[in-house]
């Protein structure tokens, strides 16, 4: 997935300093009997990204259409309170001392289809509209076709843990629940309108 460490430096990214990386976390930790939970994307209530915000402030909007591309990217995701069953399981048991163990959802869909998943769980009649990748909103990237897709196996997770993730479907309807009752305090604007309409144009 990359060629070196510290992909972070010269990002600039609140929180993250350029000398972070995962990876010297879990070298000196893991011999000392630790376990490292690995996170795919975390998303939930709380969450300070907003993930599946890109999808809700169109809804919020009142919009018909979202522009899309191929959709097809595989990431695995977890819901935050799945996270938090992770570290007690990892707490409650030794079987997976000095190992790296990955949370998330056994199954992963493809982008396009948690989309669908928020617009249900949103009970929102927003359609998605196949546009050329090249026209998307910068926002939408991710409805774009994937370099690389990032999935993981939970398999330890489930062996020696004991611990399994709640239902997708139920998670996000949990999550898109949260998100709309505490919108942001970013609104869509006209020039937000007019990005959409001129990448739906292109249909």
Known sequence: MRRERY????????????????LDVEERW??????????????????????????LRRIRAGRQHIPVGAGN????????????????AALDTRAADGMAVNLGEPATVPVIAWVEQIIAAAGSALEPV?????????????MGGPAQHVLVSVSRAENLLGWSPGDPQQRVAESVRWHL????????SAEDSRVDEDALGSA
Request: glycine share 8%; no cysteine; hydrophobic share 35%.
């Open 7 to 22: 992909p972070y430096r010269g990002a600039r990214r609140p929180g993250i300093p350029d000398a972070y990386d995962k």
């Open 30 to 55: 893991l011999p000392r009997g630790a376990v490292v939970l690995r996170l795919p994307m975390v998303y939930g209530p709380h969450d300070p990204q907003r993930r599946e915000d890109p999808v």
């Open 73 to 88: 990217l595989l990431w695995t995701r977890v819901h935050v309170d799945d996270v938090a069953t992770g570290v007690l």
């Open 130 to 142: 196949r546009v050329p990748e090249s026209v998307l909103p910068g926002e939408l990237a991710l």
């Open 181 to 188: 009752d505490n919108p942001p305090a970013s609104t869509w």
